[in-house]
């Protein structure tokens, strides 16, 4: 068996149209969805993370604001910005680019985010109404998993699912939206006694560890759907410099019977979905009128 390859750049492009689509038409009600970003400190990594969400948001026709505070920013003035963009009514969205730097307390900056503009979905309120079930802003990246498993008609009632990985961002709320439609989940992490016997049983595998090419062909049930989350860059051996999932792929997509790549796989989804609670945002403000 060779596994089918589930295409993040597709899929992406597809819901991406229908964004822009919906935010012309938001536009012309006078309503433009705007997305406002801040950025503390010059880290690469969040740099790049930074300049792709503001051109996804560009090309789906949604405003985008961009603040950035150098490495040694007063906490104080960051969370003034979030104050003053939570009171503008043309602000739907507002997301600060994490790791912070060390004098900030993270925690404090997300929940002084408005719950109703926390387009990330870290907010602890939106965090508890989701796990309530309730209407909630959804974190971007499991939302845009949930989204890749929709797209293949993956039957999610009844099917065993394991995520790898407990953080706030990824492995928890994965492993609720799982549990709400329906999959049997398991949680594993880093003091999981006997990875590999709790991953051989799962219909739907998810890593999100942050360990190149974790997750061998081996620890795979055959026909299984392998989701990689893990975004990693090579620092040694032949492949030096270039992006690897959590997911050995050599040895997974001969196992798995859908699984996505990396890159081209989950991380074009998560920006995605970041444009689509920016959306949703601003339709609920124009339904608001
Ligand atoms: P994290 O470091 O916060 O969490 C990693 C998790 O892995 C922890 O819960 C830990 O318990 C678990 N873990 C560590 N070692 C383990 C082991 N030996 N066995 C089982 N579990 C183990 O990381 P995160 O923020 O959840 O990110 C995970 C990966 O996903 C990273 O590679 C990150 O870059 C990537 N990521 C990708 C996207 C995307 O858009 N595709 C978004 C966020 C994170």
Excluded: W
């Excluded at 406002?36 to 948001?57: E, F, M, Q, T």
């Excluded at 006997?194 to 026909?223: E, N, Q, S, Y």
């Amino acid at each position: 068996m060779t596994a089918r390859i589930l295409d993040g750049n597709a899929l992406s492009a597809k819901l991406r149209g229908e964004l822009a689509a919906r935010a012309a038409t938001l536009t012309a009600q006078g309503v433009q969805p705007c997305l406002a970003v801040i950025l503390v400190g010059g880290d690469p990594a969040s740099a790049v993370y930074v300049r792709n969400k503001v051109a996804g948001c560009e090309k789906a026709g949604i405003k985008s604001l961009k603040y950035e505070y150098p490495q040694d920013a007063a906490p104080a003035d960051v969370l003034g910005r979030i104050a003053a963009l939570n009171a503008d009514p043309a602000v739907h969205g507002i997301l600060v680019q994490l790791p912070l730097p060390p004098q900030f307390d993270e925690k404090a900056v997300l929940e002084a985010i408005s719950v109703e503009k926390d387009v990330d979905g870290f907010h602890a309120e939106n965090v508890g109404r989701l796990s309530q079930g309730q209407d909630a802003f959804v974190p971007c990246t499991p939302n845009g998993v949930m989204e890749m498993l929709k797209s293949e008609n993956v039957p999610l009632r009844g099917a065993e699912a394991v995520v790898i990985g407990r953080s706030n961002i990824v492995g928890k709320p994965m492993a609720m939206l799982l549990t709400a439609a329906g999959a049997t989940v398991t949680v594993c992490h880093s003091a999981t006694r006997d990875l590999a016997f709790h991953t051989r049983r799962a219909d739907i595998l998810v890593a999100a560890v942050g360990r190149p090419r974790f997750v061998t062909g081996d620890m795979i049930k055959p026909g299984a759907v392998v989701i990689d989350v893990g975004i990693n860059r090579l620092t040694d051996g032949p492949d030096a410099g270039k992006l690897c999932g959590d997911v050995d792929f050599a040895s997974a997509a001969p196992v798995a019977g859908l699984i996505t790549p990396v890159p081209g796989g989950v991380g074009p989804m998560t920006i995605t979905m970041l444009l689509a609670n920016t959306v949703q945002s601003a339709g609920r403000v124009a339904r608001k009128g």
